[in-house]
């Protein structure tokens, strides 16, 4: 079996493969930097034959091939360094874009078509844009929904720290029910009328692909989002690792 790893700002994903199909899904904070004990726990249990990761947060990936290396007696493949991610990448500094956004733009068209727009509402929200001739043409980073939040409790005098959560209306009547409102509407309204501005650039036959940690709530206010697939990011992974050269 494959084990999938996606080191994220928030959370480490990881995700077990057999053929291509997902059968096991884990998930371990990523500030917890003790990751050892996590991957010896599931590695003992599954019969893991190779390991692949991505991140954004090189001193993780650091830790992990470490600890990976010496629970497996084997280097994991490594996104960017070992294997590299086989889609033109046509932004204007290609070593700039996020490992997990090409492997989401990669997974993302195998799996769903062309063109073809990922939105993933992930501690930041990305939009990764791909064209019908499989080219990565770029796309938008805006601040993460639950960091926009925590913002407004840090950075005001009066407003309270909110969890996330579906607000109750749409017209706040009390502070924390204003504030969910905002946020949540707020950030469905950009959703949607982004994508609405990406598909006049790529067509409007163009899937909006929806992924990340808080798509689950997201995806009851964004009018635009064709298909959720939260384990997008792992099932890239798992493709690349099969179709790697």
């Not at 003992?44 to 990761?53: C, Q, V, Y």
């Not at 639950?146 to 706040?172: C, F, N, Q, W, Y």
Request: hydrophobic fraction near 40%.
């Amino acid at each position: 079996m494959l084990l999938a790893i996606d080191i994220g700002n928030t959370n480490i994903n990881l995700g077990l493969f057999k053929k291509n199909s997902l059968v096991r899904r884990y998930q371990i904070p990523t500030k917890n930097k003790k990751y050892f004990f996590s991957l010896k726990k599931i590695i003992s249990k599954n019969e893991i034959d190779d390991a692949i990761i991505c991140s954004v947060v090189p001193n993780a990936s650091k830790i992990l091939e470490k600890d990976l290396k010496r629970l497996l007696e084997k280097r994991p493949f490594i996104i960017g360094k070992d294997i590299i991610v086989p889609i033109r990448n046509l932004y204007r500094k290609p070593k700039q874009v996020g490992s997990d956004r090409l492997v989401n733009a990669y997974a993302g068209f195998n799996l769903y078509g062309l063109p073809l727009i990922v939105v993933d509402f992930g501690t930041a929200i990305t939009f990764d844009v791909v064209s019908k001739n499989k080219e990565y043409l770029g796309g938008m980073i805006s601040p993460g929904i639950e960091i926009s939040l925590d913002a407004l409790a840090t950075k005001t005098a009066l407003l309270p720290k909110v969890k996330l959560e579906r607000p109750k209306e749409l017209i706040g009547q009390d502070t924390r029910n204003s504030m969910l409102s905002g946020i949540v509407y707020g950030f469905a309204a950009l959703t949607d009328s982004l994508a609405e501005r990406l598909k006049s650039k790529l067509g409007i036959n163009a899937k909006v692909i929806g992924t990340g940690g808080n798509i689950s709530l997201m995806s009851n206010y964004c009018k635009q989002i064709d298909k959720i697939d939260i384990d997008l990011t792992l099932k890239g992974l798992s493709l690349i690792y099969s179709n790697r050269q």
